[in-house]
């Protein structure tokens, strides 16, 4: 089925440690982005990416890498974990006038 | 830069009233326009969207919205509640050019009453 798919869906970490989140689209689009979604502060944009090989800082950019090495993945890492990034994330692709968002993935940083 | 201002963070209607949902944006130019639902522990659901032509949209599920450029608005309404619409929505706007990147609302959420 042609979407935005996220993994994982559910995480825990501990302070300090670092993963990966994937994010993959099949739908050919150029751009993709990572938000992170708290309580009373809507979405904001971490990093986002206009085409493979490209990335670019977005609002909250801190504590985060990406990187594009394909066109259909987008993938978000945290080199050190922090409680402040304890969030729900999302992915979301976009060839012109719409988005299309994955499911989300809820980052637990104890 | 653009931003969006969405009045109320908690919302609450009786079954059967009028829904509306306030959003203001600031924009240099005219922006695109959005309105995004989230049902609970789900992603994000496009309901409407302006770009061009007619200032009055409509969505999905029975909502509407109403682009005014002199009072930089675009307030979301639906003329009568049901149960289903309790969730939280987001207003969002989008840089026409360039990057394309959705800047949000806080989010108003939509407690509906029996």
């Known amino acids: 089925n042609a979407g935005v798919t996220q993994t994982p869906k559910f995480r825990v970490l501990k302070t300090g440690q670092s993963m990966t989140l994937l994010c993959a689209q099949d739908m050919n689009h150029e751009y993709m982005y990572w938000y992170r979604q708290d309580p009373g502060m809507g979405l904001r944009l971490i990093h986002y990416s206009v085409g493979e090989g490209t990335t670019a800082k977005g609002e909250v950019p801190d504590g985060y890498n990406v990187s594009r090495l394909k066109k259909q993945n987008f993938l978000l890492g945290l080199e050190s974990a922090a409680p402040s990034q304890t969030s729900v994330y999302f992915c979301a692709s976009s060839p012109s006038l719409g988005y299309t968002f994955g499911s989300g993935t809820r980052l637990t940083v104890v | 830069a653009q931003s969006v201002t969405q009045l109320g963070s908690h919302v609450s209607v009786s079954e059967g009233a009028l829904v509306l949902l306030r959003c203001n944006y600031s924009?240099?130019?005219?922006?695109?326009l959005f309105w995004y639902v989230q049902y609970p522990n789900q992603g994000l659901q496009l309901l409407l969207k302006y770009t061009t032509g007619a200032t009055l949209v409509k969505g999905i599920n029975g909502f509407e919205a109403e682009f005014k450029k002199s009072e930089t608005s675009f307030h979301l309404t639906k003329p009568s509640a049901h149960m289903s619409d309790a969730a939280e929505y987001f207003c969002?706007?989008?840089?026409?050019?360039?990057?394309?990147?959705?800047?949000f609302g806080q989010g108003t959420r939509l407690t509906i009453n029996p």
């Open positions: 969002a706007v989008r840089e026409i050019q360039g990057a394309q990147k959705l800047v």
């Open positions: 924009s240099s130019v005219p922006p695109y």
